[in-house]
Antibody, heavy 115, light 108 residues
Framework: EVQLVETGGGLIQPGGSLRLSCAASGFTVSSNYMSWVRQAPGKGLEWVSVIYSGGSTYYADSVKGRFTISRDNSKNTLYLQMNSLRAEDTAVYYC?????????WGQGTLVTVSS | AIRMTQSPSSFSASTGDRVTITCRASQGISSYLAWYQQKPGKAPKLLIYAASTLQSGVPSRFSGSGSGTDFTLTISCLQSEDFATYYCQQYYSYLALTFGGGTKVEIK
């Protein structure tokens, strides 16, 4: 059974850093397109970043230069390193297996950026 | 970035109703469109991809149609478990994937 479990969210001050993890089971992260999608409280969905099976990475303009997506093949885990966090980064962050569209999702982890 | 506009943003319906949600892209996206269902506190669930292909396990009362810029999601006979928020998403522009603003289906 495919499972994605995100961890690492929490309360962080503006300007701070946080690393989210997404542990996968039932498939191999490195053989798939893996994405991060976020949802601000009461708002819609926003694509954040993607890492392709070949290792190429892409980011939404809103996070480019501040967030870094990566994976650890030995741990079958996806990461999102978030630096220079802003209040507008407050959201539930989901990892998802994708093929353009997102067909497996984690349960999400809440990141709150506030002083 | 391609803008996705859903309508309506919310509406009320009754169990057994046939409901249609519309999604319009700001430029042509061929059939690179997916639909998701999201319930409060839960992750989105893929319903349809390639505009009209039903994801495995999704009830056949859900259907999708359209290509180019105009798309629809139809629920043929609304069930109690279908009250949720629905999102469309384009994946034509692979480096800038975008979602619609969502349509909340509420109980009348």
């Amino acid at each position: 059974e495919v499972q994605l479990v995100e961890t690492g969210g929490g309360l962080i001050q503006p300007g701070g850093s946080l690393r989210l993890s997404c542990a996968a089971s039932g498939f191999t992260v490195s053989s798939n397109y893996m994405s991060w999608v976020r949802q601000a409280p009461g708002k819609g969905l926003e694509w954040v970043s993607v890492i392709y099976s070949g290792g190429s990475t892409y980011y939404a303009d809103s996070v480019k230069g501040r967030f870094t997506i990566s994976r650890d093949n030995s741990k079958n885990t996806l990461y999102l390193q978030m630096n220079s966090l802003r209040a507008e980064d407050t959201a539930v962050y989901y990892c998802a297996r994708s093929s353009g569209y997102y067909y497996n999702w984690g349960q999400g982890t809440l990141v709150t950026v506030s002083s | 970035a391609i803008r996705m506009t859903q309508s309506p943003s919310s509406f009320s319906a009754s169990t057994g109703d046939r409901v249609t949600i519309t999604c319009r892209a700001s430029q042509g996206i061929s059939s690179y469109l997916a639909w998701y269902q999201q319930k409060p506190g839960k992750a989105p669930k893929l319903l349809i991809y390639a505009a009209s292909t039903l994801q495995s396990g999704v009830p056949s009362r859900f259907s999708g149609s359209g290509s180019g810029t105009d798309f629809t999601l139809t629920i043929s006979c609304l069930q109690s478990e279908d009250f949720a928020t629905y999102y469309c998403q384009q994946y034509y522009s692979y480096l800038a994937l975008t979602f619609g603003g969502g349509t909340k289906v509420e109980i009348k």
